[in-house]
T-cell receptor, first 111, second 116 residues
Framework: QKEVEQDPGPLSVPEGAIVSLNCTYS??????FMWYRQYSRKGPELLMYTYSSGNKEDGRFTAQVDKSSKYISLFIRDSQPSDSATYLC???????????FGSGTRLSIRP | KAGVTQTPRYLIKTRGQQVTLSCSPISGHRSVSWYQQTPGQGLQFLFEYFSETQRNKGNFPGRFSGRQFSNSRSEMNVSTLELGDSALYLC???????????????FGPGTRLTVL
């Protein structure tokens, strides 16, 4: 079993819709949970991170961690065509340990 | 501030050859991590160097090696190339410190390696 599981998609939604991206993880020792966005032919960029559990909001983006079910989610409100990219969830054991990535979900926002 | 740079951007090699990829981190960053990205396996961690020492290591064979120089620049080497080594190789730099928040990694654009 992979430590981080993510539905690869692709996911296509109309502009303005709320997008929900999800990952599951198997190791309870993870402390940090991150979401990265990767545009075509670019390296990933960090969108946001949460520590252990709870919610975190940044503009149109909300990250949510449910430790009891080992589930993390990223919600995008008022989605824009510029949000079209691959979204990768990721985990860290500690603040300087290696990062373990999910396989990424390809998202397309239709104008 | 300049971002992470990787050279070359594209590379074509044949089986059995070796290759060296280069990464220049953001100024002031002491940690450099390397990743392999493929459609089938996704983004996989290779290794991390901090202050010229390998600090973390992924599950890759010994054909994959790296090093870091005193100016924090890093190189990755793959010997005896195999077809399955065709991938996007990404380098990421960070401050490298231990603190109360994740050590944010900034990724370069990657080197696209094709093995024929």
């Amino acid at each position: 079993q992979k430590e981080v599981e993510q539905d690869p998609g692709p996911l296509s939604v109309p502009e303005g819709a709320i997008v929900s991206l999800n990952c599951t993880y198997s190791n309870s020792a993870f402390q940090y949970f991150m979401w990265y966005r990767q545009y075509s032919r670019k390296g990933p960029e960090l969108l946001m991170y949460t520590y252990s559990s709870g919610n975190k909001e940044d503009g149109r983006f909300t990250a949510q961690v449910d430790k009891s079910s080992k589930y993390i989610s990223l919600f995008i409100r008022d989605s824009q065509p510029s949000d079209s990219a691959t979204y990768l969830c990721a985990r860290m054991y500690s603040s300087a340990s290696k990062i373990i990535f999910g396989s990424g979900t390809r998202l397309s926002i239709r104008p | 501030k300049a971002g992470v740079t990787q050279t070359p951007r594209y590379l074509i090699k044949t089986r059995g050859q070796q290759v060296t990829l280069s990464c220049s981190p953001i100024s002031g960053h002491r940690s450099v991590s390397w990743y392999q990205q493929t459609p089938g396996q996704g983004l996989q961690f290779l290794f991390e160097y901090f202050s010229e020492t390998q600090r973390n290591k992924g599950n890759f064979p010994g054909r994959f090696s790296g090093r870091q120089f005193s100016n924090s620049r890093s190189e990755m080497n793959v010997s005896t190339l195999e077809l399955g080594d065709s991938a996007l190789y990404l380098c990421a730099s960070s401050l490298g410190g231990y603190g109360g928040s994740p050590d944010t990694q900034y990724f370069g654009p990657g080197t696209r390696l094709t093995v024929l």
